[in-house]
Each structure stands twice: as C-alpha cells, then as structure tokens.
C-alpha cells in the first residue's frame, strides 16, 4: 500500500498546486465559473439544469439526480482559469448525461451499490480481524467471511475503474465547449489542461490504492487458508 500512498499525496500535491497557481491568473473573456457553465448548458439545450453555489473547496459535482450543477464559491465566483476550467468540466458531466454516455449510466447505477459495499466491507473484513485477534471466532470462520468482504470490497474497485474514463472524458467534452465557444483562448489552453490532468490524477490514485487494497485482502485470504 506504501506506494499506493505516496501516489495518493503526489496527486493530491499536484492538484492543489495547479489549482492554486491557476486561481490566480484571470480569464481573459472574465467570465467566473458559474457563467462558463451556464453558457456551456444552456448552447447544449440544457437550460433545465441549475447551476448552484455551495460551501468548501473543490466540493463541486454534478447531480444527475437533480440535474444540477453545484459549484463551491471560489469556483462559482472566481473568474480564473481554474475556476472556468473546473466549472466546465461539471458541465462535462451534463453533457454526458443528455448523451446517454454508458459509463456515466453505469457509474450512477454502481453508486448505491458501492455505498453499501463500502462501509459493509470494511465492517466484515475490519470486525473479522478483531474477533479472531480476540479469539471470538476460528481462523477457519474467518477466512470464510473474509471472502465475503473482498467481494463487497471489489464492487469499490470497479466503482473506481468506471469512474476514470468518466472523469477524462468528462475533461475532454469541457475543453472542446470552452474553446468551441470562445470562453477562454489558446494560450489559456495550458492552464485548463494542467488543472483538468491535475483533478484526473487523483482518480488515478483511488483506483490504484482500491486495486492494491483488493489484492492485499486477496492475499491476506489466501494465507490464511
């Protein structure tokens, strides 16, 4: 899990590099977030989707449920780069929705699932190895139910591998409507890729630290036969 770790902190590191650096660089249109967003959905005939403010710090998601956009403050109001950047790329999400993209379907559909599989299998494998510390049930019984939370386990991995080309793709729908629509111009291009990659990174982290995870209990399993 170590390096699994250290990629973790490295993407983190990076993205809020890039976003501090770009946060500062004004966007020469001097639209803010919310308005980039707004003209992106409302030129793709999404005018029935909200685009709101909300508290914290790059807090902001797409809600297919609401079909709302919900952006923290400083990119709701922020008129940078990053904020446009980022802003455009919840719009990206949207874009896919009225597209019928299969793998946000299949991520919305994964999302109760994976919810569940979470704290389910941290309880089984968690509470599993505390009672078998404790002596409360047989290394025999606990290699049986441990079986059980990897496979809970598992349906968190494949939440994390479906949300990765989501999330690039999400990216890349962002950056043709920003410079399809002359919301920022080409020597911004720089900008929103760096703070976009930067975001995409961190996806790459959770599906690598959750693949390492599944293995690590796999092999925990397996030796413990």
Do not use: C
Request: aromatic residues 10%; glycine residues 8%; charged residues 15%.
């Amino acid at each position: 899990m170590g390096p699994a770790l250290l990629l973790g902190i490295w993407a983190q590191f990076k993205l809020h590099h890039a976003y501090s650096k770009y946060s500062q660089v004004p966007v020469d249109s001097g639209m803010t977030g919310a308005q980039a967003a707004r003209e992106i959905l409302d030129r793709a005939g999404l005018n029935d989707v909200s685009v709101e403010e909300i508290p914290g710090q790059l807090s902001d998601h797409y809600d297919p449920l609401k079909r709302a956009l919900f952006l923290s403050s400083d990119i709701f109001r922020g008129q940078s780069v990053a904020a446009v950047g980022v802003a455009a790329h919840e719009s990206g999400h949207a874009l896919q929705h009225q597209a019928s993209y299969s793998l946000l379907n299949a991520r919305m559909a994964l999302v109760p699932v994976t919810n569940f599989a979470s704290s389910a299998s941290g309880l089984i494998i968690g509470g599993g190895f505390l009672l078998a510390y404790l002596g409360m049930i047989s290394p025999h019984f606990f290699s049986s139910i441990i079986w059980i939370g990897i496979i809970l386990f598992s349906a968190v991995a494949l939440f994390q591998l479906v949300t990765l080309p989501v999330e690039y793709d999400a990216s890349r729908r962002a950056k043709e409507q920003l410079f399809r629509l002359g919301l920022v111009h080409e020597h911004e291009r720089a900008g929103v890729s760096k703070v976009l990659n930067a975001a995409a990174l961190t996806y790459v982290a959770a599906l690598v630290s959750s693949i390492l995870q599944l293995l690590y209990y796999i092999t925990l399993a397996r030796n413990r036969r």
